[in-house]
């Protein structure tokens, strides 16, 4: 090709953009046609709102599909980005899924919730882990996303906290790699006077920032995305954020990817009010607390019936009961979902040794 004419390159060029055309019009007629398909799923279970007709263990079983499908060039990410949005437009189109989620807008909990559900979602912004539980317990919102833990900086109590007096159901899980940027409007690092940014994200910047501004004043704030206002706002202030906030506050990426951690991941809970089926490649997650008092072996004994059965945890949180004091429960992962077999087998002996003892939910991992 590099030998060719300018008009042998032209005709090469023109023959591969008809074929592109031709592919669009292709992949169009085939979207459309899956819509229709999709519409006429929710007609034949009689299906009467958008809520009903999501099913997260069939998103999580297509989306593998796809992952395992994938021969590139785009990577497994990108793909599965792809299908999600084509699902999360299918779902909408009668009406959007209502999705709350810790804001305000450019937090990574509304990235947690693109990903999750698509662009073709609702998202509703609220101030406070308690006001998402809220808001989806009530009904204003079908489902919900809060941040649970933090693969550096650990858990997230108050959404664990939550569960102790909510009905909710967890019905899925994401998992997020953070990218932290110091965003300003400054032109040189040395304008900067002050960063502000959660307390969160200034401690898994920690190192970064001690070693490139040890003498900038650290503002912990109530949301990156507050950082990002005062940073827009404010002479001399920048903020530490993530991709969303660039566009929505017109900022700029002074330094990309500052966390001290190149894995450093959160890890997001949707929260809706029922379980649902098992998609094959699943978690569960437990609420419960020994019968008795305390002594040496309860939480052995507690947990005995999972290693008897070859079902491995996955983690363990305890958090005081609030009934009385040194009272504790334990939130427990493991793997499988509540209704498999050898699961649901070892659930009811954990079950039997348990003053408390709540499924808080049964969903699938994680794809991507």
Known sequence: ?????????QAALDKLRRRIDEIDVDLQGLIA????????????????STAEFYRPEREAQVLRGVRQRNQGPLRDEEMVRVFREIMSACLAQEEPLKVAFLGPEGTFTQSAVLKHF?????????????????EVESGVADFGVVPVENSTEG??????DMFLTSPLKICG?????????????????????????????????????AQNLPDVEKVPVSSNAEGARRARDEAGTAAIAGDAAVEIYNLSILFPEIEDH????????????KLFPPSGGDRTSLLISAT???????????????????????????????????DYVF???????????????????????????RVLGAYPKAVL
């Open 118 to 134: 698509g662009h073709s979602v609702r998202a509703m912004s609220l101030s406070s882990i308690e006001d998402v539980f809220h």
């Open 262 to 273: 190149a894995d450093n991941t959160t890890r997001f809970l949707a929260l809706g009010r």
């Open 173 to 209: 899980e994401i998992e997020l790699r953070i990218r932290q940027h110091l965003l300003g409007r400054m032109s040189d690092l040395g304008e900067i006077r002050r960063v502000c940014s959660h307390p969160q994200s200034l401690a898994q910047c920690r190192a970064w920032l």
């Open 155 to 160: 858990t997230v109590n108050h959404t664990l």
């Open 292 to 326: 008795g008092t305390a002594g040496p072996g309860v939480l052995h004994h507690l947990l005995d019936p999972l290693a008897r059965h070859g079902i491995s945890m996955t983690r363990i949180e305890s958090r005081p009961s609030r009934q009385r004091k040194w």
């Open 33 to 48: 046609e899956r819509a229709n398909v999709a519409k006429q799923v929710g007609d034949v279970k009689g299906l009467t």
């Open 1 to 9: 090709m590099a030998d060719s004419s300018p008009k042998d390159q």
């Open 331 to 357: 939130f427990v992962d493991i793997d499988g979902h509540s209704e498999d077999q050898p699961v649901a087998e070892a659930l009811r002996e954990v079950e039997t040794n348990s003053s408390l003892f």
